[in-house]
């Protein structure tokens, strides 16, 4: 039986068939298509300026560390953008601090500086030390995703500002993105429907602008790219995960995208054609300061304040 070649080099040994699109790709073609794909995604959707100081949110996750080193990577196009690793700690026993330590690891390494936030230090509370007191108040409405989700959010825009970011990047995959734009829709949530979006929009001075340079990466294709660079990451799935709304929908994508490939692609592209008639149907909030921390807020209480005022 013949050997695949490589379609993009036609030397090559195929090591990877990318099914939505009809490619056999190479080891070296494959990484290479996804640091090309990036750089036209942050060129796309003007994600950048020359002179940007931008932070990256680096868990310690494949999606994450793949992100900062690409980006590390494509600096010499960008040679007046700087970057700086922001990471937050949420305070899981047990699980947090191997990321921590391989983030700080691959931070030194590609000589970024690194910044950590914990929720400690910002509310108070752990995670952990959070859901046991919203358990123990009879709290069971909100998973543990849900107080996290609001809670590292919020974290990682005063992260960026502490450090002075004109910019934060996340490493929000296609799967991320196709799974927050399904649950939207099952929600009937108009208004988070139409922010979601690769570059967010300035609505608030202490809001720092979010781009999402991973948005057109399927997640399989950031964990080959972290295995094919060897990049060390944390492959331990966070305790709480089970109990997310976003794994039953990641089965439901999953098994459709398995059946029809780029049903994920489709879904997004779907939403962008969408946006301006979702935009000018969702009612618009206004932003302002949250009277508690003083933080944006879309209402008198911010989301975060409000969490922990309902466990005090």
């Known amino acids: 039986m013949n050997t695949p070649v490589c379609s993009a080099c036609k030397t090559r040994e195929a090591f990877f068939h990318r099914r939505y699109s009809g490619e056999t790709l190479c080891r070296k073609c494959f990484t290479q298509s996804i640091e090309d794909k990036v750089r036209a995604t942050i060129t796309r959707y003007r994600m950048l300026s020359f002179n940007d100081h931008l932070a990256v949110a680096v868990s310690g996750g494949k999606d994450s560390l793949s992100l900062l080193c690409i980006l590390a990577k494509l600096k010499r196009f960008r040679p007046k953008t700087t970057l700086i690793a922001v990471t937050v700690d949420e305070g899981i026993a047990g699980y947090r601090n191997e990321a921590l330590e391989i983030a700080a690891e691959k931070c030194e390494k590609l000589e970024i500086p690194h910044h950590i936030v914990s929720f400690k230090d910002l509310y108070g509370f752990t995670l952990d030390e959070l859901i046991l007191k919203a358990r123990s108040k009879g709290l069971t409405e909100l998973t543990a995703c849900a107080y996290c989700g609001v809670l590292r959010r919020k974290a990682i825009n005063i992260g960026a500002r502490q450090v002075h970011a004109s910019k934060v990047a996340t490493a929000h995959t ?71 709304l976003r794994n039953d929908v990641r089965w439901m994508l999953n098994r459709m995208e398995a059946k029809h490939a780029g049903t994920k692609f489709t879904l997004m592209k779907a939403l962008e054609r969408l946006r301006p008639a979702i935009e000018e149907t969702a009612r618009r909030e206004e932003f302002r300061t949250c009277v508690e921390c003083g933080e944006p807020s879309a209402a008198q209480l911010c989301k975060t304040c409000e969490m922990l005022r309902r466990i005090s």
């Open 174 to 244: 296609l799967d991320d993105e196709a799974q927050t734009i399904l649950m939207n829709i099952l929600r009937g949530d108009v208004v988070r429907l139409a922010k979601e979006k690769p570059v967010t929009s300035q609505v608030h001075p202490l809001l720092v602008q979010k781009i999402k340079p991973f948005c057109e990466i399927p997640e399989k294709e950031s964990a080959l790219y972290a295995y094919v660079k060897k990049i060390r990451f944390q492959d331990t799935p966070c305790p709480y995960a089970g109990e997310a």
